[in-house]
């Protein structure tokens, strides 16, 4: 693959995942305002994480295979053998991303005094202060989480989901 071509492709891969990521980070502010406090701190976080994996993952599939990895063949891509290898992935990158999300927690509970898992948004923009540890707490884990999970998911997709066979390489390379 010519160092341009996978420059757009990484590119397109970081603009597809922005725009799963904001809709992740959206429906969990969202969830985190609805949910009764009695379910418990892990309760929230599992629920919360879960639906906005889930949905951002959905829409995360359908830009990469119509969008990021071009020169894939299109039946592969629509294959329920890729749609599988993806959702595995995409589960192992979810645990990794909760384990994060569940250090980032502790962390600042030890550093700062403070829970993540029961931030909410409504009550911060009420009395809108920079300065709020929680907040900062918050953002940082989510963004620290994500990028990792970003790195692990462009590595295990571009390898193991939507890769080019042999043949395809091949008329790449003819191509040049």
Do not use: H
């Amino acid at each position: 693959m010519k160092q341009d071509t996978r420059t757009k492709e990484i590119i397109r891969f970081i603009v597809v995942g922005l725009i799963a990521t904001i809709i992740d980070y959206l429906i969990r502010l969202a969830i985190i305002q609805v949910l009764p406090e009695t379910i418990g701190q892990n309760g929230i976080l599992a629920i919360q994480y879960t639906i906005g994996f889930s949905i951002s993952c959905i829409i995360n599939y359908a830009l990469s295979a119509i969008w990021v990895f071009k020169g894939v063949d299109k039946k592969s891509q629509k294959s329920l053998l890729t749609m599988v290898k993806f959702l595995i992935f995409a589960a192992i990158g979810f645990f990794i991303g909760l384990g994060l999300t569940y250090l980032g927690d502790y962390i600042s509970q030890v550093s700062f005094n403070v829970s993540i898992i029961d931030f909410k948004i409504i009550e911060f923009f009420k009395n809108f202060n920079l300065a709020d540890t929680r907040f900062w707490c918050y953002t940082l884990t989510f963004m620290f989480s994500t990028l990792i999970v970003l790195i692990f998911n462009y590595i295990t997709r571009k390898k193991f989901v939507f890769y080019k066979t042999k043949e395809q390489n091949t008329k790449d390379i003819n191509k040049d």
